[in-house]
């Protein structure tokens, strides 16, 4: 028997949905208007794919960002959750406050090496230090793109400009300066590393606290050719990831399928589960010390290390060390947030 061709008025097949039911399409966001084949639109990629597969209410996120390329990047996904969008430099301040009205809600957070490394640098350190939870990506090009390709502060020593001109300045190396600081969570990754990135995005929203993702994502209109430390083909050839990055949501049987001492598994705070398989020997992302001489070493080297870095699940987040009733702030009702005057009576007559 010869099968009838489909009917075209037919209806297709539905797409597939998450464990909300949710499909892939309402985690994305407005067209990217940024250069084709601009690392920070794979970078979106993935988010939407990290987000979509954990099955996270769009509802429930509030995305934030500065000023720079990087930091328009917020439209292109979540079209569905808040935006907040800062002056250059000033999203730690903004979503600090987020957290503070609304710490229900999780946040992402994208921002630029410019937008952090130079005139956000000290927003930076201290949203790390007060371990503020939020998922902070820096994309990463080593160039301020918007203003024509000046060398930004995270650009490498001997990094060549489009027109040849070399950098002489030491680089912030955000990911060290990260751990210095105390964050509990700090990776990098690349934007051509589909895989690993969409792994540690995972993990850092099952992060209770602050988690640093250094993603360096070449900008192919200002720096991707010859002498770049942050084109494509440099990257490619320079990364040297640390281990093969494995995750399990809370909400997904764990199994064990490996050779015990080839794995090193890590319980996050939410009952998610992060299997690192070492590929360098010895390398323990929980040793804070060993983080940082990898780290230094990899640098003398010219190595471009990638995967998770340094992780502590022990650390208090920022809403609990402020103690912030289990209730939003900004969901409380007025009589709640002013109390009548008979009650201001009474303290201030106690403080007589």
């Given at each position: 028997?010869v099968?009838?061709?489909?009917n075209a ?17 309402d ?6 208007t940024?250069c084709?084949?601009c690392g920070h639109?794979a970078?979106t990629?993935?988010?939407i794919k990290?987000?979509?597969e954990?099955?996270i209410?769009?509802?429930?996120v509030?995305?934030?960002?500065g000023?720079?390329?990087?930091s328009?990047?917020?439209?292109y996904f979540?079209s569905?959750s808040?935006g907040?969008?800062a002056v250059?430099?000033?999203?730690p301040?903004?979503?600090?406050g ?8 999780s946040?992402?957070g994208?921002s630029g090496?410019?937008?952090t490394a130079?005139i956000?640098l ?5 949203l790390v230090?007060r ?24 650009a490498?020593i ?5 027109k040849?001109?070399?950098?002489e300045?030491?680089p ?6 990260a ?5 509990g ?6 934007a051509g590393?589909p895989?690993?990135l969409v792994?540690?995005l995972?993990?850092a929203a099952?992060?209770?606290g602050t988690?640093?993702l250094?993603v360096?994502?070449p900008?192919?209109?200002f720096?991707?050719?010859e002498g ?15 281990h ?15 050779e015990p001492g080839t ?8 009952g998610?589960?992060l299997r690192?398989?070492k590929?360098?020997?010895?390398y323990d992302?929980?040793d804070?010390m060993?983080a940082?001489?990898?780290?230094s ?6 190595m ?5 870095l340094y992780i ?8 609990s ?9 900004a969901?409380?009702?007025q009589?709640r ?13 106690e403080?007589m």
């Amino acid at each position: 028997m010869v099968q009838a061709p489909p009917n075209a008025n037919s209806p297709s097949r539905e797409p597939a949905k998450n464990r909300v039911g949710l499909t892939m399409a309402d985690y994305k966001g407005a067209p990217s208007t940024l250069c084709d084949g601009c690392g920070h639109d794979a970078i979106t990629s993935q988010i939407i794919k990290a987000y979509f597969e954990l099955g996270i209410q769009p509802h429930m996120v509030a995305k934030l960002s500065g000023i720079g390329c990087s930091s328009k990047t917020p439209a292109y996904f979540l079209s569905r959750s808040h935006g907040f969008n800062a002056v250059h430099g000033r999203m730690p301040s903004i979503a600090t406050g987020v957290n503070m009205a609304n710490h229900k809600l999780s946040m992402i957070g994208v921002s630029g090496d410019g937008d952090t490394a130079s005139i956000g640098l000290g927003q930076f350190c201290h949203l790390v230090r007060r371990n503020v939870p939020i998922i902070y990506i820096v994309e990463n090009n080593g160039v301020y793109g918007l203003t024509k390709g000046q060398f930004s502060a995270t650009a490498d020593i001997g990094s060549k400009q489009k027109k040849g001109d070399v950098n002489e300045l030491h680089p912030i190396d955000l990911c060290s300066l990260a751990i210095e600081l105390g964050c509990g969570f700090v990776g990098r990754s690349f934007a051509g590393d589909p895989k690993q990135l969409v792994a540690l995005l995972k993990a850092a929203a099952s992060h209770n606290g602050t988690a640093v993702l250094d993603v360096i994502s070449p900008c192919v209109t200002f720096n991707n050719h010859e002498g770049s430390t942050k084109s494509y083909k440099y990257a490619k050839e320079m990364e040297t990831p640390i281990h093969e990055l494995g995750y399990i949501p809370f909400f997904e049987q764990i199994s064990v399928d490996y050779e015990p001492g080839t794995i090193q598994e890590v319980e996050m705070h939410d009952g998610s589960h992060l299997r690192l398989k070492k590929l360098e020997h010895g390398y323990d992302p929980t040793d804070r010390m060993a983080a940082i001489n990898t780290m230094s070493k990899a640098a003398q080297d010219h190595m471009f290390l990638t995967g998770l870095l340094y992780i502590n699940e022990a650390k208090k987040d920022f809403p609990s060390l402020m103690n912030i009733i289990d209730e939003p702030l900004a969901l409380l009702q007025q009589d709640r947030l002013r109390p009548p005057k008979e009650a201001l009576d009474k303290i201030m007559a106690e403080l007589m």
